[in-house]
């Protein structure tokens, strides 16, 4: 299938477009490089062998995007472009607004204009907010409590009236809970810039000495050791998600969602210890006050992926530090700097 990736140079990005290149897709990237990377890009067709193309644009500029896919004309699309830090959602909520849900408008009629009726979403677990229940499944009530999550909500509402419009047309929205871990080369991997969102590339950056210290945002949780609990997830199996939704919009139509995690959950406290072993030393720790926002537990139901996509998470706790370990030891200055080549 000729499918084109938007944010195909980002974290989740790069390692579904290996598995698309392995399972014979055909490939065209759009990114505007603010979070991904042309050297990630470089790895990619180092590590598939595989041809691809590679366009510089912005999702919000209608015409370039438009020109891009009357070029390509790809059978399906998988929309990764987008803002994903709550944190910075709050202080830039009218960046958030303009780029997921304005940016994932441009990129419909985009695909209108190129006759393109196929859309896998990048979504999020965030979506549901506090828990009424554990685990999470796909019928959980929706209470996002940030802009980021809203933004997410927006396109999601967006994608189902667009699919219910036309004829033949499909809207995959995947819900993923906490993508972690790199490709077993350790050629790509995870590269935020500035300081880390998430846990992972955070513990990495301890563990290279990037940073003093894995701060933990409270331990008086109604958990099992006091931190919060979370349902990583590898990234590739993530992105075998990705491929998996990709099949199965070409056999469906309308809006379907699907949680995608592995149904367990780690603690912080049991990430670090985790990620300690990997490296071989207790990396340093420092407890502080809870941050604004946080549930003390998300967990996800995945059986409705596992019937209908036929996928199912395969990689564990030891895959998902070790291959975090092989990528940050290798490349300490991710992508940037003379490590990087």
């Given at each position: 299938m000729r499918v084109l990736v938007t944010g195909g140079a980002g974290y989740i990005g790069t390692h579904t477009v290996v598995e698309l290149l392995g399972q014979?897709?055909?490939v065209a990237i759009v990114d505007n490089f603010a979070n991904g990377s042309p050297v990630a890009l470089d790895r990619v067709r180092e590590l598939t062998n595989g041809a691809m193309q590679v366009h510089e644009a912005d999702i919000r500029d209608?015409?370039?995007i438009t020109r891009i896919g009357q070029d390509f004309r790809p059978e399906a699309v998988i929309h990764f472009a987008g803002l994903k830090a709550v944190g910075e959602s709050v202080e830039k909520p009218?960046?958030?607004y303009d780029v997921?849900?304005?940016?994932t408008l441009s990129l419909l009629r985009a695909m209108e204009a190129c006759g393109c009726g196929r859309i896998i979403f990048s979504s999020t677990a965030t979506v549901y907010g506090e828990p009424d229940y554990?685990?999470?499944d796909e019928a959980h009530p929706i209470r996002p409590i940030s802009p980021y999550a809203r933004s997410k909500v927006m396109v999601e509402q967006m994608l189902g009236d667009w699919s219910a419009a036309g004829a033949g047309r499909a809207a995959l929205i995947l819900r993923y809970f906490n993508p972690v871990g790199a490709h077993p080369s350790g050629r790509i991997g995870e590269d935020p810039q500035g300081v880390p969102n998430n846990l992972m590339p955070f513990l990495a950056q301890v563990a290279t000495g990037a940073r003093d210290r894995l701060r933990i945002f409270g331990e008086d949780y109604d958990t099992r050791d006091g931190t919060g609990i979370r349902d990583y997830i590898h990234v590739v199996d993530l992105a075998r998600a990705h491929v998996a939704?990709?099949?199965r919009a070409g056999t469906t139509s309308g809006a379907e969602t699907y949680n995608i995690g592995t149904g367990r959950g780690y603690s912080v406290r049991e990430m670090h210890a985790a990620f300690s072993r990997a490296v071989g030393r207790d990396l340093p720790v420092e407890v502080v006050a809870r941050r604004s926002g946080d549930v003390a537990e998300m967990s996800a139901d995945c059986s409705l992926a596992e019937a209908r996509l036929g996928w199912s998470a395969?990689?564990?706790l030891d895959d998902m530090v070790e291959s975090v370990w092989n990528w940050q030891s290798a490349n300490?200055?991710?992508y940037r700097g003379s490590d990087a080549d």
């Amino acid at each position: 299938m000729r499918v084109l990736v938007t944010g195909g140079a980002g974290y989740i990005g790069t390692h579904t477009v290996v598995e698309l290149l392995g399972q014979g897709h055909k490939v065209a990237i759009v990114d505007n490089f603010a979070n991904g990377s042309p050297v990630a890009l470089d790895r990619v067709r180092e590590l598939t062998n595989g041809a691809m193309q590679v366009h510089e644009a912005d999702i919000r500029d209608t015409p370039t995007i438009t020109r891009i896919g009357q070029d390509f004309r790809p059978e399906a699309v998988i929309h990764f472009a987008g803002l994903k830090a709550v944190g910075e959602s709050v202080e830039k909520p009218v960046d958030y607004y303009d780029v997921n849900v304005a940016g994932t408008l441009s990129l419909l009629r985009a695909m209108e204009a190129c006759g393109c009726g196929r859309i896998i979403f990048s979504s999020t677990a965030t979506v549901y907010g506090e828990p009424d229940y554990l685990p999470y499944d796909e019928a959980h009530p929706i209470r996002p409590i940030s802009p980021y999550a809203r933004s997410k909500v927006m396109v999601e509402q967006m994608l189902g009236d667009w699919s219910a419009a036309g004829a033949g047309r499909a809207a995959l929205i995947l819900r993923y809970f906490n993508p972690v871990g790199a490709h077993p080369s350790g050629r790509i991997g995870e590269d935020p810039q500035g300081v880390p969102n998430n846990l992972m590339p955070f513990l990495a950056q301890v563990a290279t000495g990037a940073r003093d210290r894995l701060r933990i945002f409270g331990e008086d949780y109604d958990t099992r050791d006091g931190t919060g609990i979370r349902d990583y997830i590898h990234v590739v199996d993530l992105a075998r998600a990705h491929v998996a939704a990709v099949d199965r919009a070409g056999t469906t139509s309308g809006a379907e969602t699907y949680n995608i995690g592995t149904g367990r959950g780690y603690s912080v406290r049991e990430m670090h210890a985790a990620f300690s072993r990997a490296v071989g030393r207790d990396l340093p720790v420092e407890v502080v006050a809870r941050r604004s926002g946080d549930v003390a537990e998300m967990s996800a139901d995945c059986s409705l992926a596992e019937a209908r996509l036929g996928w199912s998470a395969r990689l564990g706790l030891d895959d998902m530090v070790e291959s975090v370990w092989n990528w940050q030891s290798a490349n300490p200055h991710g992508y940037r700097g003379s490590d990087a080549d």
